[in-house]
Nanobody
């Protein structure tokens, strides 16, 4: 079972910044992809930003240019720098790690426990 350690989040005013960090422990395996998803009440969990194992990143249109995801090549850690935060960025942010071992027919998705981000004046 994959163990997660998430940190960061909290309350910030519009225009402020926050940093989220996540480490996924799965000895002997490197996640093929790690990232952050956001969920608000009554809505499905949606992608915020993901980073491939080689560091290549992909962002949701709503955060592009404001958020930066970082991942050291070959490591199961990821950080999300969030700048110029807006009220609509509010939600529970979940760390996601995707693993696929040599014998796995398909990727396996694992989730952290989530951390609350609230952007409000």
């Amino acid at each position: 079972q994959v163990q997660f350690a998430e940190s960061g989040g909290g309350l910030v005013q519009p225009g402020g910044s926050l940093r989220l960090s996540c480490a996924a422990s799965n000895p002997g395996f490197t996640a093929i992809r790690m990232g952050w998803y956001r969920q608000t009440p009554g809505k499905e969990r949606s992608l915020v930003a993901v980073a491939q194992v080689d560091g290549l990143a992909h962002y949701a249109d709503s955060v592009s240019g404001r958020f930066t995801i970082s991942r050291k090549i070959g490591q199961n850690t990821v950080t999300l720098e969030m700048n110029n935060l807006k009220p609509e960025d509010t939600g529970v942010y979940y760390c996601n790690a995707v693993f696929q071992g040599p014998g796995d027919p398909s990727p396996k998705y694992f989730w952290g426990q989530g951390t609350q981000v609230t952007v409000s004046s």
